[in-house]
């Protein structure tokens, strides 16, 4: 059931109410074990005898006592609320992120909801329209290339799904080989034009750039970059994907003309199902789970994945390997 925001505030209204009568009853009780021992310790005065030789001696020793308890209740007390401050706060912490981590698998599921949905209403009507008319050959061609799209972006998005399930739970068991970088993100790329014709995406690849690392994981990375820079800029804009090797490095740098990423959304863009807050990203499709997959394959192949602000305008993602000589 989703929390609405009244109950949330009526809950942490209850909370902080309940602290305040747990800290309040605590100093009260300070105050009256303070004016008790007050009492007490004038009262063994009062029964004191001047003329008693020890007078001065027992007079001593009664206040020693009281200060020793007045020392004994502020020790005992600032404990208690010491602890209770910690244990207060380690609750709210928990709980303010159990909501958050509840919110944002609220809006991933809705957001995988439209995600499957999309693709298999588009592949079910262009099959329920070849099969129920008889079209041109062309048009055959052009609703074919359609539903083969879709069922690709299906396709790795349950990729992505199964790799990330499959990652957390220590199910996915790596296999790294040497593997030609090169032709991979060569691969990746030609695959996008296919499937987007009418977007513009340049590649300048160095030949022979090879990295040790698992195949299948490098390609989701590759693909879920590429998808990103092309989901997030419009489609009249330009996608540039370069590959170049230094002396221990390949790097494949990714730049897209979008409206690029906030300071406050860099710091949590490789989150789980986190996705940027501006009104553009919130229209684009997607799960917010790309780039977070993409951070756990690049640490997995213990390599570097940054983002910085293009010099015109969008973002830059730069992910650094182990180059195999």
Not at 49 to 58: F, G, L, P, Q, R
Not at 60 to 85: H, M, P, R
Not at 140 to 169: A, F, P, V, Y
């Amino acid at each position: 059931m989703k929390l609405q925001p009244k109950k949330i505030r009526s809950a942490l209204i209850i909370y902080w109410v309940l602290l305040a009568y747990i800290i309040a009853a605590l100093i009260w009780w300070f105050i009256a074990l303070s004016r008790q021992n007050e009492l007490m310790s004038r009262f063994k005065l009062e029964g004191l005898k001047k003329d008693d030789v020890n007078y001065a001696e027992k007079e001593k020793k009664i206040l020693k006592d009281k200060s020793k308890k007045t020392a004994q209740y502020l020790g005992e007390g600032g404990t208690f609320l010491l602890l209770i401050l910690a244990g207060a706060t380690f609750v709210f912490r928990a709980v303010r992120r159990e909501l958050t981590l509840s919110a944002e698998q609220q809006n991933f599921m809705m957001a995988i909801t439209h995600e499957l949905k999309t693709p298999i209403a588009v592949t079910k009507l262009n099959l329920e329209t070849l099969q129920k008319h008889k079209l041109a050959e062309a048009q055959q061609h052009r609703l074919i290339d359609n539903t083969l799209q879709e069922t690709n972006r299906l396709d790795t998005l349950c990729n992505n799904l199964l790799i990330s399930s499959q990652i957390e739970g220590g199910g996915y068991k790596a296999s790294f080989e040497e593997q030609d970088f090169s032709l991979l993100v060569s691969q990746c790329v030609n695959e996008f034009i296919t499937r987007m014709p009418n977007r513009k995406i340049i590649q300048f690849i160095s030949d022979d750039v090879v990295v040790n690392g698992d195949f299948f994981l490098l390609q989701i990375a590759v693909n879920n970059l590429i998808e990103n820079a092309v989901k997030y800029s419009p489609k009249e804009s330009t996608v540039e994907v370069i590959v170049s090797k230094s002396e221990t490095l390949a790097v494949l740098k990714i730049t897209d003309e979008g409206t690029g990423i906030s300071k406050a959304d860099k710091e949590k863009i490789f989150e789980k199902f986190y996705r940027a807050g501006n009104e553009a990203t919130k229209r684009a499709k997607g799960t917010g789970l790309g780039l977070y997959l993409t951070s756990r394959i690049c640490k997995a192949h213990k390599g570097i994945l940054t983002i910085e602000d293009n010099s015109k305008v969008g973002s830059i993602f730069t992910l650094s390997l182990k180059a195999e000589a």
